[in-house]
């Protein structure tokens, strides 16, 4: 996740960004992950990923205060619709279901990675 943390697709990064980000054109090289093909959306998957969801935006919920401050900080809420599901096999349980003893959801917390336990890193931005 790190390495895709300081990159932007914008050319030329904004000026209120480029003191920590820097414009790559191709994030799946620069994060060392590999595209996959999707089968209902036109973004790839990362086949690295073991749970993998292709959906597409229903609504976009703008959050209130300043347009300005929304718009450096992505203050929105996203409604999807998930069209398809991938799952590795060795996390399917009972043909049907995701195994939770298997699967390990990255939690991004205030900066913060966690996983179902204790924290497990913290992004290049964190102030604590």
């Given at each position: 996740?790190?390495?895709?943390?300081p990159l932007t697709?914008?050319?030329?990064?904004?000026?209120?960004?480029?003191?920590?980000?820097?414009?790559?054109?191709?994030?799946?090289?620069?994060?060392?992950?590999?595209?996959?093909?999707?089968?209902?959306?036109?973004?790839?998957?990362?086949?690295?990923?073991?749970?993998?969801?292709?959906?597409?935006?229903?609504?976009?919920?703008?959050?209130?205060?300043?347009?300005?401050?929304?718009?450096?900080?992505?203050?929105?809420?996203?409604?999807?619709?998930?069209?398809?599901?991938?799952?590795?096999?060795?996390?399917?349980?009972?043909?049907?279901?995701?195994?939770?003893?298997?699967?390990?959801?990255?939690?991004?917390?205030?900066?913060?990675?966690?996983?179902?336990?204790?924290?497990?890193?913290?992004?290049?931005?964190?102030?604590?």
């Amino acid at each position: 996740m790190e390495l895709l943390a300081p990159l932007t697709g914008l050319n030329p990064v904004p000026e209120e960004k480029s003191s920590k980000f820097h414009y790559e054109a191709d994030k799946f090289s620069a994060a060392r992950i590999t595209p996959l093909r999707s089968e209902c959306v036109s973004v790839p998957r990362v086949k690295e990923c073991p749970a993998q969801l292709e959906s597409k935006v229903k609504k976009i919920h703008h959050l209130e205060g300043d347009s300005k401050l929304r718009a450096l900080t992505g203050g929105a809420a996203v409604e999807v619709e998930v069209l398809r599901v991938h799952l590795r096999e060795d996390y399917v349980l009972n043909e049907n279901y995701v195994d939770p003893q298997r699967w390990k959801p990255l939690i991004y917390n205030f900066r913060h990675y966690f996983g179902l336990g204790g924290e497990l890193g913290r992004t290049f931005r964190a102030e604590v």
